[in-house]
């Protein structure tokens, strides 16, 4: 019978929980699993788990959220002032403004 030794270093295995790897293949969240990287299976997985420097030992995940400072929000930006056409033109009564319709 074949037997493969592995040495794993409880510093080397928080390190991996620290760096994204879940202790499962099955709950890998993208960054791999201690079962992949050390070869080893869900049961030997649970007896590694029991070590009580790792019992409470769980994967870290570092989310990065990018968030767009580059715009000045405290400056207000104004829309020019538009004045209506009609507080342009001098005031007159509306019969005068019909009568000069009527004579077009």
């Not at 080397?12 to 202790?23: A, K, P, R, S």
């Not at 930006?77 to 004045?83: K, L, N, Y």
């Amino acid at each position: 019978m074949a037997v493969k030794k592995v040495d794993l270093y409880v510093t080397q295995l928080i390190e991996d929980l620290n760096n994204g790897l879940t202790w499962n293949k099955k709950d890998d969240l993208g960054y791999g699993s201690i079962e992949v990287k050390y070869g080893a299976n869900e049961k030997q997985i649970a007896a590694i788990r029991k070590h009580p420097l790792l019992k409470d030992a769980e994967t870290n995940i570092v989310i990065f959220n990018v968030i767009d400072d580059t715009k000045n929000t405290t400056t207000k930006t104004t829309e020019p002032d538009i004045v209506p056409m009609a507080d342009l033109r001098t005031k007159t009564s509306v019969s005068e403004e019909l009568e000069a319709f009527a004579n077009l």
